[in-house]
Every structure is written in structure tokens, then in C-alpha cells.
């Protein structure tokens, strides 16, 4: 699952990170900022319509991403206890 | 400020404060430093520098350096490189840092503790502090920082920034160290090398897996969010009403603006006026008192006037910065610059831009994308700058009646609003454009913008800030202001006038003739030859079209007293017309020269100054024409 498709508020775990190939960089940009495999993140806020940019919490930390950016970063959902 | 040259202490030892943006580190600074600081360009790049000095209770000195903000030690963008290089003892005509503080912030110590296992392998001795300790301990988070000290095998001390002695554990620390022995605090080897992509790769995986085991042992990896920021949130983020509450907010600004800088500026006029009439009274009739009087106090006096508009301006702009509203407002705006293919990353630039362009097309190093860049760089012009608000206030005082009209908003904030809008909505304009001629495959651009928590900001470092907004601007009076005064004084003042001339003595004098020819070319958009002349000087600095009209009518005018009423002479002389042809020109106009050097410097070439400055003088033309020609139409000549 993409962090575009995720459930409002709902805690995820970065699964992966892909970068799409015009813009190898992004990758490395993405995961400086915290989005590394393990990390718990959560989709916070949606732009009116469902529409970017994202309000996204990673870690403790909050970042604006928009659409496509939220698309490169797989997540896992976390079973629950 | 100390005016003191920090750089000339070189023997002093070089503390550099290294920490992820939005840890609190430039608060940090102020504590440490107060209002000793210096701020600079580091060489060779438009980066701000901040230099500090430390007097330790033992007696000795330090200078402390303030980095940018960096994620990692992988630098993506200008900032970030300028930091690696200094802390490889890179940076030209920098030391290399004899000690690192890395600041932490508390809240969020897992980002934070990978650029300090990044700054450990440098090789530099380094220290950590834990800052803004208090948040972290109201949300219930306790950290052991012995237990972290022995984890990272570094001293850990704590501070909270926003308390006046919330530095003084680091103040003691400092003064208890040997600093001719610093090599107990130095962990890594000392080969330092930048990152490759390679070993950064391998880097981050290693530090995630350590930073992670780092947090498990002190039982804190679960994550508190802060209520607070999210409660602010979920009504200054809200889809419909965030953007409501952002434009009223700019609105307010700008009353703001108008309204309460006009004790200041009243005080500030009463104080030119007493000087002439000191001067007068002094000196006699002859050259040097026009040149006092014509030329420097009527020159500089109509622009220091102006200092009050720019300092609340400033004021409002640091203090959304300081709470943590300003990435806010960029998030809102965020889809209506995507829509003119920017991100909201250009906003802050932008905003910036309304103070000066300068710090605008210098902030713009933030934005990693290049040709996001390159167009942000290009339309920040077109943001009012401070400088263009004397002109604007010129003008709207002279022209504009002062008048409430309904709910309590006058006529007069409402029209400087209108052209701000004009501005933006011209940029935007040019924006689309570019975006038109941009292939697809560079319109990957990114915004990835933290959104830190809101704070409430601290007057000390408002102050700090301000202070240097200020400093800056009057040193411009002082220097190319006066400069440009003087010689359009002397242009404006010779040759004298033939005996039996009938006309007044500067329209015989260099400043005459040029204007005279300039307004050939300006007749058509309703420029006289007085405002022609004053154009030439304001390529200078904006503002200086203000003293130079005053200058002008100073001079073309037999009596002493003309410089203070500039006001009532250009309302008699002007048509309503000719006024706002001049206000239109201002809002898309060719930048001053020192922005156009700021844009050579920032951009590595001739390239796009020189396309800045045609298609902005285009514009201008053009705006002005259809103003002027549309209010002639209207009856308004």
C-alpha cells in the first residue's frame, strides 16, 4: 500500500521508499527527513477534495508532502495487539 | 549590535552549533551570544552567516557560528553543502571549527540523533545538547541524559531556548573546558571526507539500526505527538477555513502597515524639520547649506521616514516565522502555486521578498529543484519590497484621499492592498507562463516541508532579528543612499543657469537634460521630466526615487522649505493620471542594482539578470501604458 491510499489517522510503518527514475534523488531526500523502513507514520490532514498536499506525521515529526511524493512511500499496516 | 569585526579574533577558538532546522538553534545562539552577533554572507555564496561572541566566566573568548539547518550531512541543497563544508574545514576563508555543538531537540530525538552519529564521524571533538527540554518534559517525556551520554560516549548537556538562563549549563560547561586539549571529545578518525551517495546510503541503514537500539535501551521509542500543534491545526489547516484565516491575517498585516507607523513617521518628519531650520539658522545662504539642505536632508530624510513601515513589516513577517505559521501558510498555498507549476516551497522566498528581494532570491537556496529555482529567483522581483513601500506611500498619500469606508477599512490601506495583489498576480501570470515552455520531465518538483510545532515566539529574539533588519537598511542610507543623494545634488545643481534664464536652475543643470531626454521615452505613460530623472538614480536603490524627487522639487523650487512638502506640491502638480501610471510601473518595475547582482551571483551568470531586467522593463512599460491611457479615458487626467 502507497501512503496516498492510507486512511486518515490511522498509524503505518514505512515499509519502503521508491524513487521514480527521472528523479533518483528523491529517495535519498525522502528518507534525510525520516521516512526510513520501521518508522511509524500516520496521513494527518488531505488538501481539500482528497487532493495533495499531505499533512504527514513521520515519527515525531510533520511534513507537508504532496501526491506523488506520498506515492513512493510504501507502508505496512501495524497488526494490532 | 557590537560592531566589533568577530572575524579578527581568529586566535579565539571557533565553536560552530550544528542542528536539524527547527530544533531551536538560531534561539539557542541568541542565548549564548545575545546581541553580540555579526551577520555576513559566507564568501563566495549569498548563505547568511551568523558569527557570535561568548565571553566565558573564566575570562576567555569564543566564537560561536551559527550553521544552517541541515538534515543530514549529505548535502542536497546550497545551505547544506555550506555547512558540510565548514565542518570539514572546507568553507573558503572559514576555520574549521574547533568544537561542534550538535543541538538536539528533545521532541524529536530520532531524526535528530542520526546527524549526530553523522557528526561524530567527522572527527571533530562534539558535545550534545539537549534542547527545548521543557516541551518534552510537559508532554511526559523523560529522557536519562546520563544514560544517552554513555550511549553516544559524548557529554550530553540540556538547555531550554527560550528561557533567559535556559544556556547556562553549556556557558559553565564551556568554561570548565581545557581548550588546548579538546581530544577527549573527539570520537571519530579525523579522515574527513564528504559523503558519497554510496556510503550515505550505507550510512543512513546503520545509523537507523543504532539510532533505533539508542532509543530502545532509554525507553523512549514511542512517539507523543503534540496536542496542542494539533488542536491549532485542525482549525488553521482547515480546507476552507485555513485559507480564509491566511488572507485576513496578510490583510491585517498590511493595515498594520499603514496605521501604526504613523506616530513614528510623524516623529521622525518633526526631527528633519527641526534640523533644516537648525541649518538655516546656522549656515548661510550659499551651496554647502543646499547641499545640507536640498541634497543630504532632504535625500536621506525622505527615506530614514520609511524605516518605521519596513521594522512592522519585518515584525509581522519574523513573528509568523518565529510561531511556526509561516510553513503553514506555504502547505495552503501550496495547490495554487501547483497550479502555476511552483511548489509551496517557493512561498517563503516570496514572503520574503516583500520585505527585500535579496533575502528572497537567497532564501530560494532552499528549494532543491533547480528550474523551480530559477523561476522563483525570476518572479521575486515583482513582490513589493520594502524599498517600493516609500514610493507607494508617496504617492497614496498624495493621491489617494484618506477616507473610511466600510467596517472601519480605509481607503488608503485598501489601495497599497490592491497593489501588493497586483504584484502577485503578476508573478503568478509570469509563472504560468514559464511553466508553458517547461518540458515534463522537470516539473518533478517536490515539497516535502516540515511543519514544525507552533511556539509562542520570544520578544528577545524578535528584537535580535529586527535589529539587524534595521541595521541593514540604514546602512544602505548611510552608503549608496547618501551616494546617490550627493550626486544627484551635484548632477541636479550644474552647470548653473544662464543669466536671463526664466525657467527654474535645474532644469538648465546635467540631471535637466537627461531627464528632458529620458522623457521622451516616458511621455507616453504620463512620466514628467522631474520623475524621469528621478528613475535614474532609484536603478540604485528603489527608495531613492523618493529622495531624488524631493531633491528635484527641492531645487526647482526657490524656497528652503520645499523639501518638507513634497506631499502637497506633487498632488498640485500631477494629474491622477500620471500618479497611478507611476504606481503601476513600481509594481512590476526593473529591480535595484543590488538585486540584480544578488540574482548574478545566485544564478553563475549574465543569463538571467539580463532576461530579469528586459521582460520586467517590458512589463512595467506596458502596465503603466494601459494605466495611464485607461484613467485618461476615465477622465481621470
Known amino acids: ?81 | 549590535m557590537s560592531e566589533s569585526k568577530v572575524h579578527f579574533f581568529s586566535n579565539e577558538p571557533l565553536v560552530a552549533l550544528l542542528g536539524n532546522p527547527n530544533c531551536g538553534k538560531t534561539a539557542l545562539f541568541n542565548l549564548l551570544t545575545g546581541s553580540r552577533q555579526k551577520v555576513a554572507n559566507y564568501s563566495g555564496v549569498t548563505v547568511e552567516r551568523k558569527e557570535g561572541r561568548l565571553s566565558l566566566e573564566s575570562g576567555k573568548n569564543i566564537r560561536i557560528l551559527d550553521l544552517p539547518g541541515a538534515y543530514s550531512l549529505y548535502p542536497r541543497s546550497l545551505d547544506e553543502r555550506v555547512t558540510c563544508n565548514v565542518l570539514l574545514g572546507r568553507a573558503e576563508g572559514e576555520k574549521r571549527p574547533d568544537l561542534v555543538i550538535c543541538v538536539l531537540s528533545a521532541m524529536n530525538l530520532r531524526r535528530n540523533l542520526r546527524l549526530v552519529l553523522a557528526a561524530k564521524r567527522l572527527g571533530l571533538p562534539c558535545i550534545v545538547v539537549l534542547n527545548m527540554l521543557d516541551i518534552a518534559k510537559r508532554q511526559g517525556l523523560h529522557i536519562d541524559t546520563a544514560a544517552l551520554s554513555s550511549e553516544l560516549g559524548l557529554p550530553v548537556l540540556t538547555s531550554i531556548g527560550i528561557q533567559s538562563n535556559g544556556a547556562d549549563e553549556i556557558k559553565q560547561f564551556l568554561s570548565n573546558l581545557d581548550w588546548r586539549n579538546l581530544n577527549g571529545l573527539r570520537t571519530g578518525t579525523s579522515d574527513a571526507t564528504l559523503e558519497n551517495v554510496a556510503s550515505h546510503i550505507a550510512h543512513t541503514e546503520s545509523d537507523n539500526i543504532q539510532v533505533q537500539k539508542i532509543l530502545q535501551n532509554l525507553n523512549l521509542d514511542q512517539i507523543i505527538p503534540d496536542q496542542l500543534s494539533d488542536r491549532l491545526d485542525a482549525v488553521l489547516l482547515h480546507p476552507v477555513f485555513g485559507p480564509i484565516i491566511l488572507v485576513a491575517l496578510l490583510f491585517c498585516i498590511f493595515q498594520a502597515v499603514f496605521s501604526w507607523a504613523t506616530v513614528p513617521m510623524d516623529l521622525i518628519k518633526s526631527a528633519v524639520d527641526f534640523l533644516g531650520a537648525q541649518i538655516v539658522e546656522v549656515l548661510p545662504n550659499g551651496w554647502i547649506r543646499s547641499l545640507l539642505i536640498n541634497g543630504i536632508l532632504a535625500g536621506l530624510g525622505g527615506v530614514v521616514i520609511f524605516l518605521p513601515q519596513i521594522l512592522i513589516l519585518f515584525f509581522f513577517i519574523l513573528l509568523l516565522e518565529e510561531s511556526g505559521y509561516l510553513p503553514r501558510a506555504a502547505y495552503l498555498l501550496d495547490r495554487v502555486m501547483g497550479s502555476v507549476g511552483l511548489s509551496g516551497r517557493s512561498f517563503i522566498p516570496l514572503l520574503s521578498s516583500f520585505a527585500c528581494a535579496i533575502p528572497g532570491i537567497m532564501a530560494t537556496r532552499s528549494i532543491s529543484n533547480a528550474r523551480d529555482r530559477m523561476v522563483t529567483i525570476l518572479i521575486a522581483p515583482m513582490m513589493t519590497c520594502s524599498a517600493r513601500l516609500p514610493v507607494y506611500a508617496l504617492l497614496i498619500s498624495a493621491f489617494i484621499p484618506e477616507q473610511k469606508l466600510w467596517a472601519g477599512i480605509d481607503l488608503q490601506g485598501l489601495v497599497l492592498f490592491l497593489l501588493y495583489l497586483a504584484g502577485i498576480l503578476g508573478a503568478m501570470a509570469v509563472a504560468w507562463i514559464l511553466k508553458r515552455f517547461t518540458s515534463e520531465q522537470f516539473r518533478m518538483n517536490a515539497l516535502m516541508m516540515e511543519l514544525p510545532s507552533y511556539h509562542l515566539p520570544r520578544l528577545g529574539n524578535l528584537a535580535i532579528s529586527l535589529w539587524q533588519r534595521a541595521e541593514i537598511f540604514l546602512r544602505r542610507v548611510g552608503g549608496i543612499i547618501l551616494l546617490m543623494t550627493i550626486g544627484l545634488w551635484v548632477l541636479s545643481s550644474f552647470p548653473f543657469p544662464l543669466e536671463g534664464a526664466t525657467g527654474s536652475p535645474i532644469q538648465y543643470s546635467f540631471a535637466g537634460m537627461m531627464g528632458q531626454a529620458l522623457a521622451h521615452v516616458f511621455s507616453p505613460i504620463g512620466f514628467n521630466w522631474q520623475i524621469s530623472i528621478a528613475l535614474v538614480p532609484g536603478m540604485a536603490a528603489r527608495e531613492v526615487v523618493v529622495s531624488s524627487l524631493a531633491t528635484v522639487y527641492a531645487l526647482s523650487s526657490s524656497s528652503v522649505d520645499a523639501a518638507d512638502a513634497l506631499i502637497p506640491l506633487i498632488s498640485n502638480g500631477w494629474s491622477l493620471a500620471t500618479a497611478l501610471s507611476l504606481l503601476a510601473w513600481f509594481v512590476f518595475a526593473p529591480q535595484c542594482l543590488s538585486t540584480i547582482a544578488a540574482v548574478k551571483r545566485e544564478t553563475g551568470g549574465w543569463k538571467i539578470p539580463i532576461i530579469m531586467l528586459s521582460y520586467l522593463f517590458g512589463l512595467a512599460y506596458i502596465a503603466s501604458f494601459i494605466t495611464y491611457h485607461l484613467a485618461i479615458y476615465l477622465g481621470l487626467g
Open chain 1, 1 to 81: 500500500m502507497h501512503l496516498d491510499q492510507v486512511d486518515l489517522e490511522i498509524l503505518y510503518r514505512v515499509s519502503a521508499v521508491n524513487a521514480p527514475k527521472g528523479a533518483p534523488q528523491i529517495k535519498g531526500q525522502l528518507e534525510d527527513i525520516g521516512f526510513l523502513p520501521g518508522e511509524q507514520v500516520a496521513v494527518l490532514r488531505k488538501g481539500l477534495l482528497g487532493k495533495g498536499p499531505y499533512m504527514v506525521r513521520v515519527g515525531a515529526s510533520t511534513f507537508a508532502l504532496r501526491q506523488a511524493e506520498a506515492r513512493m512511500i510504501t507502508v505496512d499496516a501495524i497488526p494490532h495487539v
